[in-house]
């Protein structure tokens, strides 16, 4: 066990396409997806004790620590291994929080490997995402750190392998509600389930939630017309989840960039690679 501080990353996610097939018993909703991982990163630093407390230093400032996702991970993980060790946690965050880009998942995540290595507390892949799963529905899959088609509720995982092609990802500094966009009177359903093999060329890039979440909030339209209007996008500007960030794909950084530069200053924009690994897949998979 060393207690020098470790800088690790955690990634931002988008969705390539998002279908909802049925409601479930529990509430929640079966869906199949592509999580697209972007070299777009939060970064948290993690610094061993021997007192047992967790504690967070700086950063997420604007979430108390019990709502903190990743205070709760760090307690998780702890709670269930019982280890006796604890860990002084700060984080620069860079992922826009409630835009459907998946950062507090991420950084849960990330938590939770990097404990799981630091702590030396040798829980397996599964039994990590079982544990994350706890937290959030999307969290397995930054644990399993790499892109991939997802079904269930989100932690049915096959990884995939998808062109490293440049996004403009925009985020409206508006959030919307996941749990009123899921009773919304618009969503829309996907009911036929398909194939990994149909997605091969992302020939259907619908999002159930759009319709929804435009209709809490009309800036998410306001946002995909002007992607829509970039030169050189591949297909159709779309909507990460269940928003409010919305984005743009294209082959080229040159035409991100130049896609970048046409945004209006209102919103927060940023461009990203896609990636088909996560940085923290050398520890995610020591104990496959």
């Known amino acids: 066990m060393s207690n020098t501080p470790e ?9 390539l396409f998002l279908h909802i097939n049925s409601k479930r018993k529990d509430g929640y909703h079966n869906l199949q997806t ?12 993690f610094t061993v004790t021997t007192r047992g407390v967790i504690n967070r230093t700086a950063g997420n400032e604007n979430v108390a620590p ?4 990743v205070v709760r991970a760090a307690e998780l993980l702890q709670k269930n291994t019982r280890t006796p060790l604890g860990c002084n946690i700060s984080i620069v965050k860079r992922i826009p929080a409630g835009g459907g880009l998946g950062g507090g998942s991420s950084d849960a995540a990330t938590t939770l490997v990097a404990l799981n290595h630091l702590w030396q507390t040798g829980l397996s892949l599964q039994q990590l995402s079982t544990l994350g799963l706890k937290l959030g529905a999307d969290v397995p899959v930054f644990i399993n750190a790499q892109s991939a088609w997802a079904e269930g509720v989100g932690e049915i995982l096959s ?5 490293n092609n440049y996004f403009l990802v925009v985020f409206i500094n508006q959030h919307t509600s996941t749990s009123e966009i899921f009773s919304h009177k618009a969503l829309t359903m996907s009911p036929m389930i398909g194939k990994i093999s ?10 159930d939630c759009l319709q929804a979440a435009i209709e809490q909030t009309d800036e998410i ?3 995909l017309e002007q992607l829509n209007h970039c030169t050189n996008l591949i297909g159709k500007a779309r909507m990460s989840g269940t928003g409010s960030s919305v984005f743009a794909e294209f082959s ?9 530069e046409k945004m209006p200053k209102k919103w927060m924009s940023f461009t990203a690679q896609a990636i088909n690994t996560s940085p923290i897949l050398k520890w995610a998979v020591a104990k496959r």
């Open 7 to 15: 800088v690790w990353l955690a990634p931002a996610k988008i969705n």
């Open 34 to 45: 592509i999580f697209q991982l972007l070299n777009y990163y939060d970064e948290l630093q």
């Open 66 to 69: 019990e709502c903190d996702l």
């Open 159 to 163: 990884p995939i392998n998808t062109p």
């Open 198 to 207: 149909d997605f091969s060329e992302l020939a259907n890039t619908h999002n």
């Open 221 to 223: 339209r306001l946002a």
């Open 252 to 260: 080229t950084q040159k035409d991100a960039l130049a896609a970048l």
